[in-house]
């Protein structure tokens, strides 16, 4: 303790010599601009943990925060006195590099507030800027420094010596580095890269994962085009050739068959022009696709089949959500000719936006009656062996959520229904990423048989002695968590008491409230940013909102692109909501108030989506890592919450089984608006007990808010800041 004592004193009073050093510089006015820019950024990164204190944390191992301390802070203040030092160097150098400085910084404050870098990548980062600035006067080539630099902390730097003699091959080296890593992502920024000798080695290896991402650019007018045309791999020119039909987006999923010539793409297009029997079609494929899987291959089209497939499937719900007041023949109208596997498909593709009473109602007319009803015999083992038991886990976990996996299991023979729930729970470590887990730890949360309950105790606990048997360290995290989890989860205790449990046995903070001080910011303010969108959804969410801010509470001002709500009364708070201008407007307007709030270091606490599910990932990519509490209303799948606690690991989850609606949204938003005025901690069990009470007597609301998961009882939330917490304290 004492030895890092030392050392933090000795870092401390290292920077503040260099600033005197540089203090005594005789810096003219023509570049002093250039230097406040620098100090600008430095103390950004110096009170992004809100303390402005010299001590840059980034982690929470000391070392790492005092060698990133140093970099950002005295290595920085070196650099700056070098260059004023060097009498080599004229005005217009000097301006250069010290240009370059504030870029770099700028970067890495915008990346590290948005958590698209790694914070403890700074020293390596200013390292390289400095050993490349020396090439750089020397007259040498700037490529030997970036190798060991990601793709993030390096895209701007290199920038900076676009007349170096090494910056084109730096470039791309350093793209390429990142191509192959990121091959979702690359196409948009490969068009700058086409002459580079990778490109097509990027372009084959992107048709392979992402085909329809090729396709896109293979039928645009673009040079990018040119080069995907010109490119002699096997996949890329299927991909060509799909591209030259007008239905070519419909055809692409079934690039497997084209390959294997068991279809043509002319008898495509007469199947894809009528909706019923492309979905049909769609089903049928899948089914064959996920056999190919099954036995250890990799269809190229199945991603690109189940996003064409959901797209589909959420036309059809949308359409029986729409009606849900009419008639069940009515309302179920456009699904009457389904088959059981094709219903089976709605389901699982339907999970962030499917109404209960379009899942299962008194009729029997939901998708999930329909479905067992309309199999012959009505065995659910049945139907899973005829979709080679496509996403199960998913069904599954959907089935407990909406409270018929009991049904569903006794439709089999009790062997088979406990085969089918081991399976359930069975090579959950094998996953790339933790949805499987997720969803099981949401199913327990949901289901009410005890038997049951107990029968996956025990299974867990099965699995958890399996893999410690083999060494398996990732699936003992995982069954291990899980086991406690469940174990906690069913004490007979009240909520609050449960979570307290959850909090101390997890080592997490607080899971059933966050405390007002986390909220506020350096100013004792608290910042909030809602998104709207603008189609007409959004636009009279927009208008519905803004009428709960009375002129006696809340001063409202608007520019072109967003409303600033701020309190009058109670501890101050603001609210920044963007306009929901029509599309594509409204992301104009996103991105308007998300440059805004940067610039003026403005990180809000409290992030709130209000729009359908497929605007989430706009709200997502704006999210900050300040965010301590994030309110989807709807979409509460494992993706979004993974993106959610990787970009902010502390946000406590508001999020729905359904789709959301304003009738619920703004209760829980005026609710919490409530509480950050009046200065408390944010209790997420009183809360929801207020809410609970005030839906009670409203029959329309009452269902839609029980679909509502708080972040207390959000167990898939819980379970990924578990996880996540357990791998850093091995890491360390």
Same mark, same amino acid.
Request: charged share 25%; glycine share 4%; aromatic share 10%.
């Given at each position: 303790?004492?030895?890092?004592? =030392?050392?933090?004193?000795?870092?401390?009073?290292?920077?503040?010599?260099?600033?005197?050093?540089?203090?005594?510089?005789?810096?003219?006015?023509?570049?002093?601009?250039?230097?406040?820019?620098?100090?600008?950024?430095?103390?950004?990164?110096?009170?992004?943990?809100?303390?402005?204190?010299?001590?840059?944390?980034?982690?929470?191992?000391?070392?790492?925060?005092?060698?990133?301390?140093?970099?950002?802070?005295?290595?920085?203040?070196?650099?700056?006195?070098?260059?004023?030092? @060097?009498?080599?160097?004229?005005?217009?150098?000097?301006?250069?590099?010290?240009?370059? =400085?504030?870029?770099?910084?700028?970067?890495?404050?915008?990346?590290?507030?948005?958590?698209?870098?790694?914070?403890?990548?700074?020293?390596?980062?200013?390292?390289?800027?400095?050993?490349?600035?020396?090439?750089?006067?020397?007259?040498?080539?700037?490529?030997?420094?970036?190798?060991?630099?990601?793709?993030?902390?390096?895209?701007?730097?290199?920038?900076?010596?676009?007349? *170096?003699?090494?910056?084109?091959?730096?470039?791309?080296?350093?793209?390429?580095?990142?191509?192959?890593?990121?091959?979702?992502?690359?196409?948009?920024?490969?068009?700058?890269?086409?002459?580079?000798?990778?490109?097509?080695?990027?372009?084959?290896?992107?048709?392979?994962?992402?085909?329809?991402?090729?396709?896109?650019?293979?039928?645009?007018?673009?040079?990018?085009?040119?080069?995907?045309?010109?490119?002699?791999?096997?996949?890329?020119?299927?991909?060509?050739?799909?591209?030259?039909?007008?239905?070519?987006?419909?055809?692409?999923?079934?690039?497997?068959?084209?390959?294997?010539?068991?279809?043509?793409?002319? &008898?495509?297009?007469?199947?894809?022009?009528? @909706?019923?029997?492309?979905?049909?079609?769609?089903?049928?494929?899948?089914?064959?696709?996920?056999?190919?899987?099954?036995?250890?291959?990799?269809?190229?089209?199945?991603?690109?089949?189940?996003?064409?497939?959901?797209?589909?499937?959420?036309?059809?719900?949308?359409?029986?959500? @729409?009606?849900?007041?009419?008639?069940?023949?009515?309302?179920?109208?456009?699904?009457?000719?389904?088959?059981?596997?094709?219903?089976?498909?709605?389901? =699982?593709?339907?999970?962030?936006?499917?109404?209960?009473?379009?899942?299962?109602?008194?009729?029997?007319?939901?998708?999930?009656?329909?479905?067992?009803?309309?199999?012959?015999?009505?065995?659910?083992?049945?139907?899973?062996?005829?979709?080679?038991?496509?996403?199960?886990?998913?069904?599954?976990?959907?089935?407990?959520?909406?409270?018929?996996?009991?049904?569903?299991?006794?439709?089999?023979?009790?062997? *088979?229904?406990?085969?089918?729930?081991?399976?359930?729970?069975?090579?959950?470590?094998?996953?790339?990423?933790?949805?499987?887990?997720?969803?099981?730890?949401?199913?327990?949360?949901?289901?009410?048989?005890?038997?049951?309950?107990?029968?996956?105790?025990?299974?867990?606990?099965?699995?958890?002695?399996?893999? &410690?048997?083999?060494?398996?360290?990732?699936?003992?995290?995982?069954?291990?968590?899980?086991?406690?989890?469940?174990?906690?989860?069913?004490?007979?205790?009240?909520?609050?008491?449960?979570?307290?449990?959850?909090?101390?046995?997890?080592?997490?903070?607080?899971?059933?409230?966050?405390?007002?001080?986390?909220?506020?910011?350096?100013?004792?303010?608290?910042?909030?940013?809602?998104?709207?969108?603008?189609?007409?959804?959004?636009?009279?969410?927009?208008?519905?909102?803004?009428?709960?801010?009375?002129?006696?509470?809340?001063?409202?001002?608007?520019?072109?692109?967003?409303?600033?709500?701020?309190?009058?009364?109670?501890?101050?708070?603001?609210?920044?909501?963007?306009?929901?201008?029509?599309?594509?407007?409204?992301?104009?307007?996103?991105? &308007?108030?998300?440059?805004?709030?940067?610039?003026?270091?403005?990180?809000?606490?409290?992030?709130?989506?209000?729009?359908?599910?497929?605007? =989430?990932?706009?709200?997502?990519?704006?999210?900050?890592?300040?965010?301590?509490?994030?309110?989807?209303?709807?979409?509460?799948?494992?993706?979004?919450?993974?993106?959610?606690?990787?970009?902010?690991?502390?946000?406590?989850?508001?999020?729905?089984?359904?789709?959301?609606?304003?009738?619920?949204?703004?209760?829980?938003?005026?609710?919490?608006?409530?509480?950050?005025?009046?200065?408390?901690?944010?209790?997420?069990v009183i809360m929801w007990a207020q809410l609970t009470k005030r839906f009670a007597p409203d029959a329309?609301?009452?269902?839609?808010?029980?679909?509502?998961?708080?972040?207390?009882?959000?167990?898939?939330?819980?379970?990924?800041?578990?996880? &996540?917490?357990?791998?850093?304290?091995?890491?360390?």
């Open positions: 303790m004492r030895r890092f004592f =030392i050392m933090l004193l000795l870092v401390a009073f290292s920077v503040s010599l260099v600033r005197a050093q540089n203090s005594h510089i005789q810096i003219p006015i023509t570049r002093q601009g250039f230097h406040d820019n620098i100090d600008k950024e430095q103390a950004a990164a110096d009170k992004f943990d809100g303390k402005a204190d010299d001590l840059v944390k980034v982690s929470e191992d000391q070392t790492i925060n005092l060698q990133v301390t140093n970099a950002l802070l005295k290595e920085v203040d070196d650099m700056q006195v070098e260059i004023e030092r @060097d009498s080599a160097l004229d005005h217009r150098l000097k301006v250069k590099y010290l240009s370059g =400085i504030y870029v770099m910084l700028k970067d890495y404050n915008q990346k590290r507030a948005h958590h698209n870098i790694d914070p403890e990548e700074a020293p390596a980062m200013i390292q390289a800027y400095r050993n490349m600035m020396h090439a750089d006067v020397k007259g040498q080539s700037i490529l030997p420094y970036i190798q060991h630099l990601s793709f993030d902390a390096s895209e701007k730097i290199i920038e900076l010596f676009r007349d *170096n003699s090494g910056y084109k091959e730096a470039r791309g080296v350093v793209f390429t580095k990142y191509a192959f890593s990121n091959l979702e992502t690359v196409m948009p920024k490969l068009s700058q890269y086409l002459n580079y000798p990778a490109t097509d080695s990027i372009i084959a290896a992107v048709a392979r994962k992402y085909p329809n991402q090729i396709l896109t650019y293979a039928t645009s007018y673009t040079s990018m085009a040119t080069a995907i045309k010109r490119n002699q791999d096997p996949i890329v020119q299927q991909i060509v050739r799909i591209g030259q039909s007008e239905q070519s987006t419909k055809i692409l999923p079934f690039i497997d068959e084209l390959l294997a010539g068991t279809t043509t793409v002319e &008898k495509l297009e007469k199947i894809v022009d009528n @909706d019923y029997q492309y979905y049909k079609q769609m089903v049928k494929s899948t089914i064959a696709l996920q056999k190919l899987k099954n036995e250890g291959q990799s269809p190229y089209g199945l991603k690109a089949m189940m996003e064409n497939m959901q797209a589909k499937s959420l036309l059809y719900i949308r359409d029986v959500n @729409d009606l849900h007041e009419e008639p069940a023949p009515v309302r179920f109208a456009s699904v009457k000719n389904f088959t059981p596997e094709e219903l089976y498909y709605l389901i =699982i593709n339907g999970q962030e936006e499917l109404y209960t009473s379009s899942y299962t109602n008194h009729n029997n007319a939901g998708l999930y009656d329909q479905m067992m009803i309309r199999m012959k015999p009505p065995r659910g083992d049945s139907l899973l062996m005829m979709v080679n038991f496509d996403r199960f886990k998913k069904f599954i976990a959907m089935a407990a959520g909406f409270n018929t996996l009991d049904n569903f299991l006794k439709s089999m023979a009790p062997e *088979n229904s406990n085969y089918l729930m081991q399976k359930y729970v069975q090579n959950l470590e094998k996953t790339e990423d933790l949805e499987d887990a997720v969803d099981v730890a949401n199913s327990f949360g949901s289901i009410r048989d005890e038997k049951l309950l107990n029968f996956l105790r025990e299974e867990v606990k099965n699995n958890l002695a399996y893999v &410690k048997k083999h060494k398996d360290t990732r699936g003992t995290v995982i069954y291990q968590l899980l086991s406690s989890l469940f174990e906690t989860a069913s004490k007979d205790e009240n909520d609050s008491s449960k979570a307290s449990d959850m909090s101390v046995k997890f080592q997490l903070p607080p899971v059933n409230y966050v405390a007002y001080n986390t909220l506020e910011s350096d100013s004792g303010k608290v910042f909030q940013q809602v998104f709207f969108y603008g189609d007409k959804d959004g636009q009279e969410s927009f208008s519905s909102f803004m009428t709960n801010f009375p002129s006696s509470e809340w001063k409202v001002s608007k520019n072109k692109y967003w409303a600033t709500i701020s309190s009058t009364k109670g501890k101050p708070t603001t609210i920044y909501a963007n306009l929901p201008i029509d599309e594509p407007g409204d992301k104009e307007a996103i991105s &308007k108030l998300s440059e805004y709030l940067d610039e003026n270091d403005i990180h809000p606490t409290i992030f709130i989506h209000r729009g359908h599910s497929y605007h =989430i990932n706009t709200t997502l990519d704006n999210l900050q890592s300040s965010a301590k509490i994030v309110l989807l209303g709807s979409c509460g799948g494992y993706h979004n919450l993974s993106v959610v606690l990787g970009k902010s690991p502390e946000a406590h989850i508001i999020s729905s089984k359904q789709v959301g609606t304003r009738f619920v949204n703004e209760p829980i938003i005026h609710s919490l608006e409530d509480v950050v005025r009046s200065g408390k901690n944010v209790d997420w329309r609301n009452k269902e839609l808010f029980s679909d509502y998961v708080p972040p207390h009882k959000n167990l898939g939330a819980i379970f990924i800041k578990a996880y &996540k917490q357990i791998i850093k304290d091995e890491k360390k």
